[in-house]
């Protein structure tokens, strides 16, 4: 930023012939993209990160110069906090280094369920993993459950709710009993001898 802080963002990058899933423009033009460093500014609810994005404002992006030529709008938020960028995605590949290696996974339909089994022995010989899909929901259900705090704190989660139900439900009894005392007490002065008397 202008002022020397840092601040993470999302850069998308617009198909550059057709400017495809473009954002609604409330300031400035989309035509404006194309222009040098040009990068339009998403008017949420992190836009405040951003400081002063007015049109004109100016940012530095992995040691390269960026303008704000235009304010959008976008139907939601963006879910990691924060702000959004859009520019070209040429431009968007030449100010964020790319990895070599881009493609998590292969998606791959058999012909028929007998092939599964040969299609996982080839991938393995070749160093790959396959997964059917039933496989790859459990690995992900797994990887969330034990290899992040989510199963964590579902189960510190699961403790705390039976030791609050199991205080409240205490404290409900030893209410009931307060209440009743001299009524249990009654009912014991009236049990005849020899007979015990239930609660």
Do not use: C, W
């Not at 369920?113 to 059917?132: M, P």
């Not at 409240?168 to 030893?174: A, E, L, V």
């Amino acid at each position: 930023m202008p002022d020397g802080t840092y601040q993470a963002a999302n850069v998308i990058g617009l198909d550059d012939s057709s400017l495809f899933g473009r954002p609604e423009i409330s300031a400035g033009k989309i035509e404006d993209i194309f222009a040098e460093n040009a990068f339009i500014a998403v008017d949420d609810s992190e836009f405040y990160k951003l400081k002063d994005a007015r049109i004109g404002a100016e940012f530095e992006l992995n040691d390269h110069r960026g303008v704000i030529v235009g304010v959008a709008h976008v139907a939601s938020s963006g879910l990691f906090g924060v702000p959004t960028l859009y520019t070209t995605y040429y431009r968007a590949l030449q100010y964020i280094p790319n990895t070599r290696y881009t493609i998590s996974y292969v998606l791959v339909e058999p012909k028929s369920a007998a092939d599964v089994a040969n299609i996982q022995r080839l991938v393995k010989e070749a160093g790959y993993l396959a997964l059917t899909k039933d496989e790859f929901i459990d690995q992900i259900s797994r990887f969330y459950k034990y290899q992040t705090g989510i199963g964590t704190n579902m189960l510190i989660m699961t403790l705390i709710s039976f030791v609050i139900g199991l205080s409240i439900s205490g404290q409900t009894f030893y209410t009931f009993i307060l209440e009743n005392i001299e009524k249990f007490g009654a009912l014991k002065r009236s049990a005849p001898k020899g007979a015990s008397s239930s609660r």
